[in-house]
């Protein structure tokens, strides 16, 4: 009997890969406890490293492995920490890097590659630096990226609010279809693969024909968590996906804007097996790093400027409005508080009262609004392009309110909160270019390994434009003068 892919590969979204106790076969894993500092996790392979067998490892104090200078080293990372193995060092022809976490200390090793020509780092970052726009910084850094790592497709792959993404800059030297500007459903990258990225600086895939080996654990401990392991083994799907677009070596580098916020991918294919020395390495994370700084200095640059043009207007418009409520009608200040934000409707409520300005839903969506919102954003704010996404409820609303961003100054389930600030915009039926035809029903439920890449269109309805940076600056910025007005508790 057949099986389908959705019944050889289950639950693809929920799988905790990071258990699946297996590595890639092109090197070495070694796990001890910190607080005995004793092996309780090798891969299958680790006899081959000298006087013990793989088994005979389990148990042993880590400190064996190591000269008395080189533990010093050890000893003093600090949690967090990674300490780079040169060849030689520890084994012979292996080079790797150990990493010191909460409850572990893991040694990963591998051959030892020649250096590979030096590529001028000065020159990539000055280049960098010379990017006055957020698109050109992305395609100059891809191009930087490609150069550097000589790779068939190099590509930045950034995350979109429901988790999907898009290429928004590519190198393609591969005999394949672009994927520049197609999107992929967010189940292409399922949850737990994402956090994963937040916790790994680099993914290294080398070749998946490669089959796995198994880890191997002493008796009466648990699974071994490789959550931090760069040789961690490619999930079957995953194999498979990456099989489906003719891929067969591949590595991603996640770029983070924001403290455990997944901003986009640094992700490179390969249609040969894929060894990539430690210089290579070092050299592509500096690349990121100055990527990543200069895109947070080109956002910060933006928000200065509106800030400079905006931010006394704002003060004022905030003072204006405590006014206009308390004498109860701020309709003069109408289309002030829509342009701020690009919205077509704004609902405010202040106390017990509640204001309509523009084109607004009946308060029917307001009542189911604040439902989902107690429940999913208690405090702060939420934007949204696709109130229907949020909950079915809101999609007879879709027409005057696809969008949706909200701001308010207390906790959303506090009585004695004082305002809260709901700006809609309509539905905009757009176009989408998919990198072949998503799954139907839920984005996120099911991953199987599609079978097509190519350009798929289809148009996007119950969703309203998108909600900009400065838009979302806008409204937080007003919210914050209110919160700093004299007389307000």
């Given at each position: 009997m057949e099986t389908s892919e959705e019944t050889r590969f289950p639950n693809c979204d929920t799988e905790e890969i990071q258990f699946l106790g297996q590595i890639q076969p092109s090197g070495y894993l070694i796990q001890a406890d910190r607080q005995e500092q004793r092996i309780r996790y090798v891969s299958a392979n680790a006899g081959e490293l000298g006087a013990w067998s793989a088994t005979d490892l389990l148990g042993r104090p880590l400190e064996e492995l190591f000269t008395p200078s080189l533990w010093e080293d050890v000893q003093a990372l600090k949690e967090g920490g990674q300490l780079f193995l040169h060849?030689?060092?520890?084994?012979?022809?292996?080079?790797?890097?150990?990493?010191k976490h909460e409850h572990w200390i893991l040694l990963e090793l591998e051959a030892a590659l020649p250096s590979s020509p030096t590529h001028d780092s000065s020159k990539a970052l000055a280049k960098l630096m010379l990017c006055e726009h957020e698109e050109a910084l992305m395609n100059c850094y891809v191009e930087q990226a490609s150069e550097l790592l000589?790779?068939?497709?190099?590509?930045?792959y950034r995350f979109e609010p429901d988790h999907s993404g898009v290429v928004t800059a590519e190198v393609n030297h591969s005999q394949e279809q672009d994927y520049l500007h197609l999107r992929f459903p967010a189940g292409d990258i399922p949850q737990n693969a994402r956090k994963l990225y937040l916790q790994n600086p680099l993914r290294l895939i080398r070749d998946v024909e490669q089959d796995p080996l198994p880890v191997l654990r002493q008796e009466g401990w648990p699974a071994p968590d490789l959550s931090h392991s760069l040789l961690r083994a490619v999930a079957p799907v995953h194999r498979q996906y990456l099989r489906n677009m003719k891929v067969r070596a591949a590595l991603s580098m996640p770029i983070q804007l924001k403290e455990g916020e997944l901003y986009a991918l640094l992700s490179a294919h390969h249609a040969q097996p894929l060894q990539l020395d430690s210089d290579r390495r070092i050299l592509l994370q500096e690349?990121?790093?100055n990527f990543r700084f200069q895109l947070r200095h080109l956002n910060s640059q933006a928000r200065m400027k509106f800030m400079d043009f905006r931010a006394n207007r704002i003060q004022w418009l905030a003072q204006q409005l405590l006014d206009q409520l308390i004498d109860g009608d701020p309709a003069s200040l109408e289309q002030e508080l829509l342009d701020m934000c690009q919205a077509s409707g704004l609902i405010i409520q202040f106390q017990e009262k509640l204001f309509q300005l523009g084109l607004c839903p009946e308060t029917s969506f307001l009542e189911r609004l604040q439902e989902q919102l107690d429940q999913s954003a208690p405090f702060g704010t939420y934007v949204t392009d696709s109130c229907a996404a949020l909950?079915?409820?809101?999609a007879p609303h879709a027409e005057q309110a696809s969008g949706l961003m909200a701001a308010w100054s207390h906790g959303r389930q506090q009585?004695?909160?004082q305002l809260a600030l709901y700006?809609?915009?309509?539905e905009q039926v757009r176009e989408?270019?998919?990198g072949g035809k998503p799954p139907d029903g839920d984005n996120e439920v099911k991953l199987a390994p599609r079978r097509s890449f190519q350009k798929w269109r289809q148009a996007m309805y119950q969703h309203s434009s998108p909600w900009s940076e400065q838009e979302r600056f806008a409204a937080s910025t007003l919210m914050l003068a209110w919160q700093k007005l004299p007389g307000l508790t």
């Open positions: 060849r030689d060092e520890l084994f012979p022809s292996l080079s790797g890097f150990l990493q000589g790779l068939d497709r190099v590509m930045l690349l990121t790093e909950h079915s409820g809101l009585a004695g909160r700006w809609v915009k309509p989408v270019d998919w």
